[in-house]
Structures are given as structure tokens and as C-alpha cells.
């Protein structure tokens, strides 16, 4: 897999398959070819890419671990998304 870690934190961002075009450069990260979508807080000073990887978790989503290049770790300041009832509550909620 491909993985993209922002580098003041190495917090896992983003997960591709090993054969999924990833473009870093000065402004953005591009993604697929064709192009799929562009990640524009991320660029090639700020991210470090890492291929071949495997030993993602199975549990993995975006920003739930940190990668220092060799090993995995929970990220302890990551929260899980809402789910559909707890959004669904708080857009009845701001709606008084």
C-alpha cells in the first residue's frame, strides 16, 4: 500500500493501493490517471510518501494512526467520526 503521513506529526492521512498514481509536488498532491481528486493541504514538504506497506491495520481511517517509517501507533487525539444518528440528532438540535 501507499500510505501519505504529514511529516511534523506522521500522522496517516491517506491509504492507496500500490498501483494508484500519487503525484507530490510544490502545491498539492494529485491522485489517480486520470486525475481522481487533489489533496490541497498536503505537498511534497509536508508529506512523506511510503510504498510497499503492508501491514496497514485492518481497522485503519484517516488520521486514526501514526507511521514513523517502520512501526504503527495509535494517534491519541483521534476521534471517531459521528455516525448518521448523532449527525441527524445535532441537525435537529441547531434547527431551535
Not at 489533496?39 to 496497514?56: F, L
Not at 481511517?61 to 440528532?89: H, I, M, V
Amino acid at each position: 500500500m501507499i500510505i501519505l503521513v504529514t511529516k511534523n506529526d506522521n500522522i496517516v492521512r491517506y491509504v492507496f493501493n500500490e498501483d494508484t498514481y500519487v503525484e507530490l509536488n510544490s502545491t498539492n498532491i494529485k491522485i489517480g490517471n486520470p486525475l481522481q481528486f487533489v489533496i490541497g493541504d498536503m505537498t511534497i514538504t509536508n508529506t512523506n510518501k511510503y510504498t510497499q506497506v503492508s501491514d496497514v491495520p485492518s481497522d485503519f481511517f484517516g488520521c486514526k494512526y501514526k507511521y514513523d517509517g517502520a512501526s504503527w501507533s495509535t494517534n491519541p487525539e483521534w476521534t471517531p467520526p459521528l455516525t448518521e444518528e448523532e449527525l441527524a440528532a445535532l441537525h435537529e438540535e441547531n434547527k431551535s
